[in-house]
């Protein structure tokens, strides 16, 4: 089963600055099959990015994702207030599909 | 626009079952492939299961394998979680999600989630 450890638990940062999440993986992800999603309080998670660096339909250009291999990457370039919430990472190359422990984005 | 709707939820005691439904609208269901995935109370996410778009194909996490069963029905545009044997340890949300027309694939689309609690 891969492992996938994200960095850090908790980002506190004030809007209009840059978020850059990480997302490591206990071996490598076959195919850049890694997704990013955001949950807000009460709500079902929403799918950002997927395949390490596409963008879902609708989702802002503030968000992008990078990376291969074991280390991937979500930046958000600048925060707006609707963006504080938590992001979990989520590979679905290998059996089982497995995720992130979550990173929450916080209003400092 | 796509819908997913998740029903069937509510508390069971441990060692009983329960079946949830997920209702779908929007999109060409027998298209693709579909997921359940759980998050107990106040915790992440975790991936429980996936079928094919014509059922060929299912796998599930370790922790359910032998106790759950997705099944689906493409004529009724529903997807199906027959849980059994429950614990404890099996409360939590339980969302549907849309996948792909791929075995890798991301989740799409979500429903709001049925909560499922056991609980003597």
């Known amino acids: 089963e891969i492992v996938l450890t994200q960095s850090p638990g908790t980002l506190s940062l004030s809007p209009g600055e840059r978020a850059t999440l990480s997302c490591r993986a206990s071996?490598?992800?076959?195919?850049?099959?890694l997704a990013w999603y955001q949950q807000k309080p009460g709500q079902a998670p929403r799918l950002l990015i997927y395949g390490a660096s596409s963008r879902a339909t609708g989702i802002p250009d503030r968000f992008s994702g990078s990376g291969s291999g074991t280390d991937f990457t979500l930046t958000i370039s600048r925060l707006e207030p609707e963006d504080f919430a938590v992001y979990y990472c989520?590979?679905?190359?290998?059996?089982?599909?497995?995720f992130g422990q979550g990173t929450k984005v916080e209003i400092k | 626009q796509v819908q997913l709707a998740e029903s069937g939820g509510g508390l069971v005691k441990p060692g009983g079952s329960l079946r949830l439904s997920c209702a779908v609208s929007g999109f060409t269901f027998s298209d693709y492939y579909m997921s359940w995935i759980r998050q107990a109370p106040g915790k992440g996410l975790e991936w429980v299961s996936y079928i094919s778009s014509t059922s060929t194909y299912t796998d599930y996490a370790d922790s359910v394998k032998g106790r759950f069963t997705i099944s689906r029905d493409n004529a009724k545009n529903s997807l199906y979680l027959q849980m059994s044997s429950l614990r404890a340890e099996d409360t939590a949300v339980y969302y549907c999600a849309r996948g792909s027309g791929s075995s890798h694939h991301p989740f799409l689309t979500w429903g709001q989630g049925t909560l499922v609690t056991v609980s003597s």
């Open positions: 071996q490598s992800v076959s195919g850049s099959y």
């Open positions: 989520q590979q679905y190359g290998s059996s089982p599909w497995t």
